[in-house]
């Protein structure tokens, strides 16, 4: 079975634009998280959606916004970025409707950096 | 509501024992415990469910104290393959079947040398 898949590995950007991240669940997996990983902070929840609906919001600015397909295939936008949103974002995705007992299973991350 | 890990790192000797510890300021639901080598995803290590229950690996043991809303992780007679940083990820909720998000801690990093 298909781990977690999330595209790109790395972008480089420049301050003020915008970018999208992609993120491939495993298959069958509804749910779908995003962390921001910076050194000394840990994971950072971001949000997270269950089929196609947004269930909970990190203390992010709006300027990340996320969304997730019919196919649970999951997508975050940051827009007019910023040299602080240069970070690892990975994107985790459980079977269950709860953490309850489902565990995450993480993708590899998108390392993006802001110049 | 970010939990909060002690130690922030330890070093141990193969064999040695190593406890990491997780405390919420809120109740606690669940406590996932999750280990991250440099460079790589964080890797499901176990779930601690209130009401006692336990799932995840059989190499690593951990405990769930409700009423101290504290989790703590137990690594006995520990590996090289041990290394990493831990991170414990806590549930706060009130009913099975909610959704609330799962919050992560800053992480515990572990260096086993040999």
């Known amino acids: 079975k298909a781990g977690v898949t999330q595209t790109p590995r790395y972008l480089i950007k420049t301050r003020g634009q915008q970018v999208t991240l992609s993120c491939s669940p495993i298959?069958?997996?509804?749910?779908v998280s995003w962390y921001q990983q910076t050194p000394g902070q840990g994971l950072q929840f971001l949000f997270e959606?269950?089929?196609?609906?947004?269930?909970n919001k990190g203390n992010f600015p709006g300027r990340f916004s996320g969304r997730q397909f019919s196919n649970s295939r999951s997508e975050m936008n940051v827009s007019t970025l910023e040299l602080g949103d240069s970070a690892l974002y990975l994107c985790?995705?459980?079977?269950?409707?709860?953490?309850?007992?489902?565990?995450?299973?993480f993708g590899n991350g998108t390392r993006l950096t802001v110049t | 509501q970010q939990p909060v890990q002690s130690p922030q790192a330890v070093i141990l000797r193969e064999g040695e024992d190593a406890v990491i510890n997780c405390s919420s300021s809120?109740?606690?639901?669940?406590v996932h415990w999750y280990r991250q080598k440099h460079g790589e995803a964080p890797i499901f290590l176990m779930i601690l469910l209130k009401g006692g229950e336990q799932k995840g690996h059989d190499k690593i043991s951990a405990s769930f104290n409700e009423k101290k809303q504290q989790s703590s992780l137990y690594l006995t007679a520990s590996q090289l393959s041990y290394s990493g940083t831990y991170f414990c990820?806590?549930?706060?909720?009130?009913?099975?079947?909610?959704?609330?998000?799962?919050?992560f801690g800053k992480g515990t990093k572990l260096t086993v040398n040999p």
């Open positions: 985790a995705s459980s079977l269950g409707q709860s953490f309850y007992n489902s565990p995450l299973h």
């Open positions: 959606y269950f089929s196609e609906t947004q269930r």
């Open positions: 990820g806590t549930e706060n909720g009130s009913s099975q079947g909610g959704s609330e998000k799962l919050v």
């Open positions: 298959s069958g997996h509804r749910s």
């Open positions: 809120k109740a606690l639901y669940s």
